[in-house]
């Protein structure tokens, strides 16, 4: 479950649940409240969302990567990209609106896990490889409602 800008929603989150203790590629969505830094979006397939942080678009070069032996760990990164990332510019929709979660960031600890996002979910709220994913609908709800954090619960 996810609550934020006073709404409990079910969510989609990590294929192997919850955890306390998060490291990169387990799968796991982190427990407790995550700050909302930004959002990035698709502006050839949605309007700009309405919130309460900086929205930016997204490109085709844009990703985020997920190296924990690169610099860039954890970071938004262009592409190409020789160390291993994650590309924001997909086709499935998922990535159309991301808000960039505040995981591990300040100060970014290698290992510890990257590229937390608020993103949109599968019509059937498929697992994640650990971010946290609504509808699209409920997802620019609770945008626009002013959300600045999130708390992942059980």
């Known amino acids: ?3 934020g800008a006073g709404l409990r929603l079910r969510a989609a989150c990590g ?5 306390a203790h998060k490291t990169e590629g387990d799968g796991a969505t982190p427990l407790g409240v995550l700050p909302l830094s930004r959002i990035l979006f698709r502006a050839d397939r949605c ?8 929205v930016e678009p997204i490109a085709p070069n844009d990703g985020w990567c997920d190296d924990p032996a690169d610099p860039a760990y954890n970071r938004q990164i262009r592409l190409p990209y020789a160390a291993r990332h994650e590309t924001l510019w997909r086709d499935d929709g998922l990535y159309d609106v991301v ?8 100060p970014v600890i290698p290992g510890r896990g990257s ?12 697992p994640t490889a650990g971010c946290i994913a609504l509808p699209l609908p409920e997802l620019r709800r609770i945008l626009a409602a002013g959300l600045t954090a999130i708390r992942v619960v059980v």
Not at 15 to 19: A, E, K, M
Not at 99 to 106: D, F, I, K, M, T
Not at 115 to 126: C, G, K, Q, S
Request: proline share 8%; net charge negative.
């Open 1 to 3: 479950m996810l609550e």
């Open 15 to 19: 294929r192997n649940g919850l955890s």
């Open 47 to 54: 309007e700009t969302p309405h919130c309460a942080v900086p």
């Open 99 to 106: 808000g960039v979660l505040g995981w591990n960031r300040e």
């Open 115 to 126: 590229a937390i996002f608020l993103h949109v979910a599968t019509p059937d709220y498929a």
